[in-house]
T-cell receptor, first 116, second 114 residues
């Protein structure tokens, strides 16, 4: 069975600095998607970035980028120039359709604090 | 285009009561799912549907029922609420045919069972 692990329950970063959130996953499938979702205090789940496993190029979205290491099954999120609005829970998620079930599997989350 | 909507936003039940959490999406998405979120445990899949008339169990289905009579709606029913079902519930939908695509979430329902 697939698993997603986020080993950092909480992280802190100074405003304008860079922080990296870690995520590892386990799967025997070759075709899958990886996601980072942000959950601010409003509780809304917001997609931050997605990565398709068959693409070697790391995905980027403005200040957010990933370091996707397929062989190591690692998918970290880098936030550059951190802003107060980045403070939230961040969830890593895995999804694959090759098993035919189309399920998402989430990690337990990392709470990011941004210090002014 | 409202995306994924959920009602109610908050609910308090007594043990043994029943209720239905409503979920609707206006994006013509085939796939819909229900998750529960508990502290320290991330989101766990309760039930999901790959199209109207088709549902299946997720990781934590006990105590919950679902049905999918239309593409738009995917209600979650608690038949006899228990304190262990106190949680935040999210509905999500996704398009994408045979390839996995981005999942969109509703705003969540905070349920407390006394």
């Amino acid at each position: 069975a697939q698993t997603v692990t986020q080993s950092q329950p909480e992280m802190s970063v100074q405003e304008a600095e860079t922080v990296t959130l870690s995520c590892t996953y386990d799967t025997s499938e070759s075709d899958y998607y990886l996601f980072w979702y942000k959950q601010p205090p409003s509780r809304q789940m917001i997609l931050v970035i997605r990565q398709e496993a068959y693409k070697q190029q790391n995905a980027t979205e403005n200040r957010f980028s990933v370091n996707f290491q397929k062989a190591a099954k690692s998918f970290s999120l880098k936030i550059s120039d951190s802003q107060l609005g980045d403070a939230a829970m961040y969830f890593c998620a895995y999804s694959s359709s090759t098993s035919g079930t189309y399920k998402y599997i989430f990690g337990t989350g990392t709470r990011l604090k941004v210090l002014a | 285009n409202a995306g994924v909507t959920q009602t109610p936003k908050f609910q308090v039940l007594k043990t043994g009561q029943s209720m239905t959490l409503q979920c609707a999406q206006d994006m013509n998405h085939e796939y819909m799912s229900w998750y529960r979120q508990d502290p320290g445990m991330g989101l766990r899949l309760i039930h999901y549907s790959v199209g109207a008339g088709i549902t299946d169990q997720g990781e934590v289905p006990n105590g919950y029922n679902v049905s999918r009579s239309t593409t738009e709606d995917f209600p979650l029913r608690l038949l006899s609420a228990a304190p262990s079902q106190t949680s935040v519930y999210f509905c999500a939908s996704r398009g994408g045919g045979k390839r996995t695509d981005t999942q969109y979430f509703g705003p969540g329902t905070r349920l407390t069972v006394l």
